[in-house]
């Protein structure tokens, strides 16, 4: 078993293994009696101080884990398929291989047993809005229907951030978004106390990772992408500081502020025959099943599946505002805009051949970002192209708070301050701001950390300053560019449609009309172009995924006649059935601004001769 900052001197002597009455009285105890010392310590204010816990007991030389879980920080572990178990050499740190299930359910007021027992001693279950009046409040919810009162997660959540609360009946305090803590005197009077809900289980051979990570890890990655993250390392402590990396960088996107990010990642190596009863049935577990001291001595074996709240993907409205206000002021003087038009933009001039091991690096870092996550294989290709390379200097300024940001950014090599000026320092020009994070990117450890996500969607001011710690090496992605590699594949996939109708491409097959339209070039033409010229020899046929031409030929006699082409046409055809000297039949023009998908005839020869040999 590999643990981040383990110390395993002393866990080899622990080979007691207490029955699951006693164990969950003795957790239980260590809760409750480390609650009543924070009340008793003098030099700790605890009025409004609680934290909370999750931790997992290991059973001496057993294959088994209980999980204490006192608020809504999570416990997750990562099995294997059993497919993946079947073939020889499936290694754990497969992303692909590992299915995520929650080992601790959230203590929070989403849970109508935990709202009623708050209730109970007397709390106000409210979120903000409601406080401020600008939702209803129905107080007698949880005593209305069948008992199945549980919020339905990921339909009643608020995507702005504003949960439900716990508050005092005589004033808008605690607040405390969690139904139980450890040293909050005053949050405890309403209900939020310090006992632990608790799973014990017997580890299989399946299970691979185990993750312990307080809320905000889980406030923007769901329990899947955080164990996908875990699986690309061999390394722990690696891992802990990817996850933790990506969740801060979260933060910043959508909240004005950052949680707690903490975490600890264990992978178990292997695991023998498991000792003692209980099944390993991947089921839903229910609130009974959590509850302290049971005494039936059984392991609870069952896994929870579904109760997890979900990721917010959206910001809060303060955030919103803020952004609005800093771009307003700010827009006309930020010298990180582009130059240029967004539609003038040349993709293509930033196309640069990529490495193996240099792609290995650019999927590494985007495959757990969620701006990434439903990119077709052939948009990847191309965002591995418009990756810019950045060699860093030592103490280079990469992004500065408040400017306006356009590119987001790769760590393939080095270090990376992350720093925020606050509020009353913003108007001195050369505050730095205060150290809050540490980007670090290696090959050797395949680590790849990326920042300024947000630039990718919309222009927005940077949230943070980003400085240079090393010499390094960073991949850029700038927003037209990944905004071109979005549009130009769906323009690819509709050229295919049109390549289909040319004769001589009828008869191909969809993987090879795709092979041929990522040969397709763009070219951009203005109102009143001359596109292509009646007998000169062509090398070219033109696709028109929007716009318009005019197409004339001239008879024998001497006579024009005239066509319009309009978008989802196409022209030039004749050149690629006949040898090198073929000529135009008609002269195009563009009668507005359009653009053309181009298909010059020497590579479509080149495919169709390589596809007859296979």
Not at 313 to 335: D, G, Y
Request: hydrophobic share 35%.
């Amino acid at each position: 078993m590999k643990c981040s900052n383990l110390d395993e001197s002393d866990y080899s002597k622990n080979t007691m293994d207490l029955p699951k009455d006693v164990l969950q009285s003795v957790l239980t105890k260590a809760h409750v009696e480390c609650n009543k010392k924070m009340h008793a310590c003098q030099d700790l204010d605890d009025s409004l101080s609680g934290t909370t816990s999750i931790s997992v007991y290991l059973h001496g030389n057993r294959n088994k884990i209980t999980v204490s879980n006192v608020g809504d920080s999570r416990a997750v572990i990562g099995r294997s398929t059993d497919s993946m178990l079947k073939k020889e050499g499936a290694s754990s740190s497969s992303s692909s291989t590992l299915k995520a299930f929650a080992l601790s359910r959230d203590q929070t007021p989403y849970r109508r047993d935990e709202r009623i027992r708050c209730r109970k001693s007397g709390a106000r279950v409210l979120s903000l809005d409601q406080i401020e009046g600008l939702e209803p409040i129905n107080e007698d919810e949880d005593e209305e229907g069948d008992g199945e009162g549980d919020m339905v997660l990921g339909e009643e959540i608020d995507e702005g951030g504003d949960p439900p609360r716990i508050w005092s009946p005589h004033g808008d305090y605690p607040g405390t978004a969690f139904t139980r803590s450890i040293g909050d005197a005053i949050a405890e009077e309403l209900g939020v106390y310090a006992e632990p809900e608790m799973l014990s289980r017997e580890l299989t051979k399946e299970d691979k990772i185990i993750v312990l990570a307080s809320d905000g890890v889980f406030e923007f990655l769901t329990n899947q992408s955080v164990i996908d993250i875990c699986a690309k390392f061999t390394d722990p402590l690696e891992a802990c500081r990817a996850v933790v990396a990506e969740s801060y960088e979260l933060w910043l996107q959508y909240e004005m502020r950052t949680d707690d990010i903490t975490m600890i990642c264990i992978f178990i190596d292997d695991v023998g025959s498991p000792q003692g009863q209980g099944s390993t049935k991947d089921l839903g577990l229910t609130p009974s099943n959590l509850s302290v001291g049971s005494g039936d001595g059984a392991d609870d074996d069952d896994l929870i599946s579904n109760t997890a709240r979900p990721v917010r993907s959206t910001m809060t409205a303060e955030k919103s505002r803020a952004i609005m206000l800093a771009k307003m002021s700010m827009l006309r003087s930020v010298r990180d805009v582009a130059q240029f038009e967004e539609e003038d933009f040349d993709l293509e001039s930033l196309f640069t051949e990529k490495t193996a091991e240099e792609k290995e690096s650019i999927d590494e870092a985007i495959r757990a970002s969620v701006m990434f996550q439903n990119i077709t294989d052939d948009q990847r290709e191309l965002i591995y192209k418009a990756m810019e390379p950045m060699p860093v200097k030592e103490g280079q300024m990469i992004i500065k708070q408040g400017t306006v940001g356009d590119r987001f950014y790769i760590v393939d090599e080095g270090r990376f301050e992350v720093r925020i000026v606050p509020e009353n320092q913003k108007a001195e020009e050369d505050a730095v701001g205060n150290c809050v994070h540490v980007y670090e990117g290696s090959r050797e450890n395949h680590s790849h950390p990326s920042f300024g996500e947000l630039a990718l969607m919309y222009s927005a001011p940077r949230a943070a300053s980003i400085i240079a710690q090393s010499d390094g090496l960073l991949w850029a992605l700038h927003r037209y560019a990944f905004n071109k590699v979005i549009a130009e594949q769906s323009s690819r996939m509709e050229a295919e449609k049109v390549l289909k109708k040319i004769d001589l491409f009828k008869t191909l097959s969809s993987d090879s009309l795709k092979k041929l339209s990522s040969s397709l070039c763009e070219a951009k033409f203005s109102c009143g172009d001359v596109i292509i010229n009646e007998g000169e020899v062509g090398d070219s046929v033109f696709i028109m995924p929007g716009g318009s031409c005019k197409s004339v030929r001239t008879s024998k006699n001497g006579k024009e006649s005239e066509v319009e082409l309009k978008e989802g046409g196409f022209f030039g055809e004749e050149v690629l059935k006949g040898g090198l000297e073929s000529k135009y039949l008609t002269t195009v023009t563009a009668t507005n601004k359009m653009t053309c998908w181009m298909l010059q005839k020497s590579e479509a020869k080149s495919l169709l001769s390589s596809l007859r040999k296979e």
